[in-house]
């Protein structure tokens, strides 16, 4: 391909920005859809939450209260008082409603190579194909299910676990779930091809090098990880383990947005 296109394939790429990765200098957290400050803090009681509140440029009430309760993760593992109960609606039933089969896309790569930009695309053409198909975006769930993780290693490793749950409740339920994150552990990805099943789990390596991510970076989120200020930066200061053997892969510096949301469609209709 010349590479002047292939440059001026950068430009479709713009949107997707790099994905918060860890604390920058004032301990606020960069929210890349829509440029603000949030603070991420775990709530242990009211004094926490008045603290919170103080940090906020508005004011919620005196009579607002947040009621936070200790976090139970995990806390029944092992518990011989969990059963699985069985329903009467199979996954085949789901899927021969809807007219199509349940499965999930696995957009993993570095932040601003194009995850949720191809992943945002290939929603809107499966949705003009009469196809039911729902996003989980890497940014969007830390506004909510997510929000209380943080991006040490470990938290980082249950942001995919649960998600990687999601993902195949969704697949259960018969639509075609399209999850953009960077995921940047191999452990990980295999857990979660393992908790959808491997004929319904597609890896999608969208590979862009660090230089061409950074010139698609608008808040300068590189260069800050380079000079320290953001810690546990994938690519820059945290490992980002390359898909052993991905099922598609998607060169974002060579491919258009175009190229890359048909690669992603033939595999699902394969």
């Known amino acids: 391909m010349d590479k002047k296109k292939s440059k ?66 995990n806390s029944n593992k092992g518990s011989n008082n969990i059963m699985w109960h069985k329903g009467k609606v199979t996954y085949e039933d789901r899927c021969k409603n809807l007219g199509q089969r349940g499965v999930v896309v696995w957009f993993t790569g570095l932040s601003g190579s194009g995850k949720s930009t191809i992943a945002v695309e290939v929603e809107k053409e499966l949705l003009k194909q009469g196809k039911a198909v729902y996003r989980l975006d890497g940014d969007n769930v830390r506004h909510g299910l997510n929000s209380d993780l943080g991006f ?32 940047p552990f191999q452990k990980m990805r295999d857990f979660a091809r393992e ?54 892969v998607i060169d974002t510096a060579e491919l258009t947005v175009e190229e890359s949301v048909e690669k992603v469609l033939e595999a699902i209709d394969n």
């Open 152 to 183: 040490a290693k470990e938290d980082r490793d249950e942001n995919i676990r649960r998600i990687a749950e999601v993902a195949a409740l969704f697949k259960d339920a018969g639509l075609i779930t399209l999850a953009s994150f960077i995921s």
């Open 195 to 248: 908790r959808a099943g491997e004929d319904s789990f597609i890896e999608v390596y969208v590979k862009a090098d660090v230089e061409t991510c950074a010139e698609r970076d608008p808040k300068g989120l590189y260069e800050k990880a380079k000079q320290g200020e953001i810690e546990n930066f994938t690519g820059i200061s945290s490992p980002y383990e390359e898909p052993d053997d991905a099922d598609v």
């Open 8 to 73: 001026t394939s950068l430009e479709g790429f713009k949107e997707d920005a790099p994905e918060p990765q860890g604390r920058i200098e004032d301990k606020g957290q960069v929210d890349n859809d829509n440029n603000e400050q949030t603070v991420l803090i775990s709530l242990k009681g009211k004094a926490d939450y008045e603290f919170m509140i103080s940090l906020l440029p508005f004011n919620l009430g005196s009579s607002t209260y947040l009621h936070c309760q200790p976090s139970t993760v």
